[in-house]
Structures are given as C-alpha cells and as structure tokens.
C-alpha cells in the first residue's frame, strides 16, 4: 500500500502536469457540434473518421482488433485545451458499450505523457489496479484510455498528444469553411 501524497507533494507534482483534453461521447455528432458552436460559441471543428485503415494497433481490453470499425470523432480548441465529442459508427470500441451503458456526455479526460515516459507511467497504474482499456495509434499520436472508470467514474487517458499534419481532404470543418 502506498503513502497517500501530502497537500505539497500534490501541488508540486501536479504543477508539471498537462492536462491535454475533455472528451464526451454523443449519438449525433452533427447535432452535438451545432449545439456547441450555437450555446457555448465553441468551435470550428476538425471533423476526422477513424478506420481499421486510420487506426493502427488498435487494442480493446488487450485483444487487438480484427474486424472491420469507424468511429467519427470532431475536436475544437479551446486555450490550451482540446475537446473532443466521439460518435461510434460500428465495430469493436469502447465508445459504443460506453454509450449504451451511461448514455452521452463525459468520456475521458486526457493528459499529456512524453511519449518516453508513457510506459513507466502506464506500469504505475497497473500497479494500482488499473489496466488498460483501449489503446492505439493515429499516425504519430498514440492513445490508452485507463480503466479508471469503477474508481472515477470516468476514463483517464494517457498519451503523446502528438500534434498531426493533416492532408487536404482527410478531414472536413464544421462550421464549413
């Protein structure tokens, strides 16, 4: 068992911290983007579609996937932070089970981990308990949703947040251009 961490400790510790992104999962994407653009003038919105051609190694609950998946996600930046509203579309994901299980809204959040650092901090959490429940890479940026969920109620994600150099024509903006 370990030592709990005092009040310094934390604030030390959690000064170096970056937390990168707030994601919430949704039914409709185009309607979520519109009511975020409309109520909370967030936006634009790179809108990208994630593939079994899009998504490399990608693993859930450590099984890699072997069938056919997409999945539609939208991410506007806001300061320092992005966030990102998640639509399954079909195939093995968390984000379908998620849905069905807790309904739409909050997903995860995500910190920034040196892509150096990530696997001594991923063996931290398994020693804590915590395993990973999906993960993956998009080009250069790779991703571990944490299985945080029975102590937080929420997913924790890990990952490099490498920024991406996206081609004209693999994304599309909402509002348009």
């Not at 998504?55 to 506007?76: C, G, N, S």
Request: proline content about 5%; some cysteine.
């Amino acid at each position: 068992m370990t030592t709990p961490l005092t009040a310094d400790e934390l604030r030390r510790r959690n000064a170096t911290r970056k937390i990168f992104q707030i994601a919430l999962v949704t039914r409709d994407l185009e309607r979520s983007m519109k009511s975020w653009v409309d109520n909370l003038g967030i936006g634009p919105w790179t809108v990208l579609t994630f593939t079994e051609e899009s998504v490399r190694h990608l693993k859930v609950d450590a099984q890699p996937v072997t069938v056919p998946f997409k999945f539609l996600i939208a991410i506007a930046t806001v300061g320092d932070i992005d966030f990102e509203l998640i639509q399954p579309v079909y195939g093995p994901t968390i984000y379908e089970e998620f849905l069905q299980r807790r309904g739409e809204g909050l997903h995860h959040i995500k910190e920034k981990i040196a892509e150096n650092d990530l696997d001594q901090v991923i063996a931290d959490y398994a020693a804590k308990g915590i395993g990973v429940l999906q993960t993956g890479w998009f080009d250069v940026d790779v991703h571990y949703y944490m299985d945080t969920e029975p102590k937080l109620d929420f997913i924790f994600e890990l990952g490099n947040c490498a920024r991406l150099e996206l081609p004209v024509g693999s994304y599309s903006t909402y509002p348009a251009e």
